[in-house]
Nanobody, 123 residues
Framework: VQLQASGGGLVQAGGSLRLSCAAS????????VGWFRQAPGKERRFVAV????????SYADSVKGRFTISRDNAKNTVYLQMNSLKPEDTAVYYC?????????????????WGQGTQVTVSS
């Protein structure tokens, strides 16, 4: 599967953005999908994950209550709605997919990665 992340941009603190992760292939609904982010000089970190059906989601503590992950399997797309953005949310955001059934926060478990989209939050 090939993943294409989009929707990043520059936003003021307190604002919102919605990221999209569009996938190629007819079997997208069989993949669990996660979002990760990487700030300059830091390691890539888990943000959120959604299972194949969309019935299970999990979030990093730092984004709970502000970010929402969802998916539309008919459109082969996973979304990350980001509200109440903070300057510390500034990073390149990546989506990743796993076909094996793993639904968690370990970036090493994901087989496929998108190219990343930049999110910059100004104070």
């Amino acid at each position: 599967v090939q993943l294409q992340a989009s929707g990043g941009g520059l936003v003021q603190a307190g604002g919102s953005l919605r990221l999209s992760c569009a996938a190629s292939g007819r079997t997208f609904s069989s993949y669990n999908v996660g979002w990760f982010r990487q700030a300059p000089g830091k390691e890539r970190r888990f943000v959120a994950v959604i299972n194949r059906s969309g019935g299970y989601t999990s979030y990093a503590d730092s984004v709970k209550g502000r970010f929402t992950i969802s998916r539309d399997n008919a459109k082969n797309t996973v979304y990350l709605q980001m509200n109440s953005l903070k300057p510390e949310d500034t990073a390149v955001y990546y989506c990743a997919a796993d076909p094996s059934g793993y639904v968690g926060s370990s970036k090493g478990a994901y087989d496929y990665w998108g190219q990343g989209t930049q999110v910059t939050v100004s104070s």
